[in-house]
Each structure stands twice: as C-alpha cells, then as structure tokens.
C-alpha cells in the first residue's frame, strides 16, 4: 500500500514564498507521477500540475504557470512544490496525489496561510 | 477544458442519487470521481468511467457518453453525504476538476 505524507502547516506572508513536501512509502516512487492539488477553504479541487517522477518532466496548470515549481528528490522518495508570490487566495489545503488510473493515493493535506 | 457539475443535489436514504458532469467530448475521454468527506482528503470511487476500485461498495456505478459523464449512487446511504468531484484530462495533458457537488441526505 502507497502512502503519502506532506510536511506541516505553513503560515506566510504576501509576495513570499513556501515550499511543501510530499513523501511516498514504498519502492515505487519512480512508476507513477505525483500531482498537487489544492483547494482554497469551502471551495472546490483545482489541479496545479505534475511531475514525471521517473524523469523529472513537468506539467502546470496555465493559471499558477509562472508561480509554481514541482520538483522531485528520486533519493528520498520526495516531491516538492513551491510556490511563490503568495497572495491571500492562495491560502488553503494543498494535496499531493497519485496513482495508476487515477488518484488513488492522497497525502493527508498542508494547511497554508497566507497572511500579513 | 471545462467541467461543470450541478452545485448541490438533495435524496432520501434508499433513493438513487445521480450526479452529471458536462464537458465538451467528455464521452472520449476517460472520466474519474471523487467522493470527499469534511476535513479528509479526496477518496476516488469510479476510474475509467464505470470501474470500481477495490473496497468502492457496488451501490456506486459511473457511466460516460456525448459530453456527460454520470455518477449514479444506488441505495443512497447517509455515510454517503459528501462532495462529489469529476475530473478528466484536457487535450494538453492538463488535469481538470468539475466543481463539485454536495450530495445531501435527507
């Protein structure tokens, strides 16, 4: 079984930047890629992008394009997202997830907040 | 790509619950749902757009043609009352979410 464990809740402030952790159990981490979602309180999943875990190759939503970095540490079986210029409606929960046909596997959720 | 899905739907315990999602050729491609409870993360129930992963009770089906795809909850319990969530891939290989809807048992 797959698991995914994010690193703790974050609290910044506008125009910084924070960067999460997503780490996977398992000997696996290089078969499926790791996606990050996130979703602002009481609202609805926005997709941010993907990372080929394999080869590094990255896909990001047009919206954020510009302010979000997904990186991967193969060695510690680990993807990373930062995001940059943050403003107040980035605050929210943000996701890792992956799987085969679909997300099957979640990490636990990061609270940021974004605040001054 | 867009996916838009009614923002709330409201059944009776044992009635069936059935939950749209529109987008454009949504029928071509490949459809997944997810079911998410207050506080937790997301639990996908239907990939592929009618395959039920293991542990998914069988009252949960999906189907997909035209521009809808369909989540239809059979029985509808009251552990079922949560946000329901479709999501598919847009032709750049983006990932898409439809808005979600909030099923609510009565």
């Known amino acids: 079984q797959v698991h995914l464990v994010q690193s703790g809740a974050e609290v910044k402030k506008p125009g910084a930047s924070v960067k999460l952790s997503c780490k996977a159990s398992?000997?696996?981490?290089?078969?499926?890629?790791i996606h990050w979602v996130r979703q602002a309180p009481g609202q609805g999943l926005e997709w941010m992008g993907w990372?080929?875990?394999?080869?590094?190759?990255?896909k990001y939503s047009q919206r954020i394009q510009g302010r979000v970095t997904i990186t991967r540490d193969t060695a510690e079986n680990t993807a990373y997202m930062e995001l940059s210029s943050l403003r107040s409606e980035d605050t929210g929960v943000y996701f890792c997830a992956r799987g085969r046909v679909g997300y099957e596997h979640w990490g636990q959720g990061t609270l940021v907040t974004v605040s001054s | 790509y867009e996916l838009t899905q009614p923002s709330s739907l409201s059944v009776s315990p044992g009635q069936t619950a059935t939950i749209t999602c529109s987008g454009e050729d949504l029928g071509k491609k490949f459809t997944c749902w997810y079911q998410q409870k207050p506080g937790q993360s997301p639990v996908l129930v239907i990939y592929q757009d009618n395959k039920r992963p293991s542990g998914i009770p069988e009252r949960f089906s999906g189907s997909s043609s035209g521009n809808t795809a369909t989540l239809t909850v059979s029985g509808t319990q009251a552990m079922d009352e949560a946000d329901y969530y479709c999501?598919?891939?847009?032709?750049?290989?983006?990932?898409?979410f439809g808005g979600g809807t909030k099923l609510t048992v009565l």
């Open positions: 990372i080929n875990t394999a080869n590094g190759n990255t």
């Open positions: 398992g000997n696996t981490f290089s078969t499926y890629p």
């Open positions: 999501q598919a891939w847009d032709n750049s290989l983006s990932v898409v």
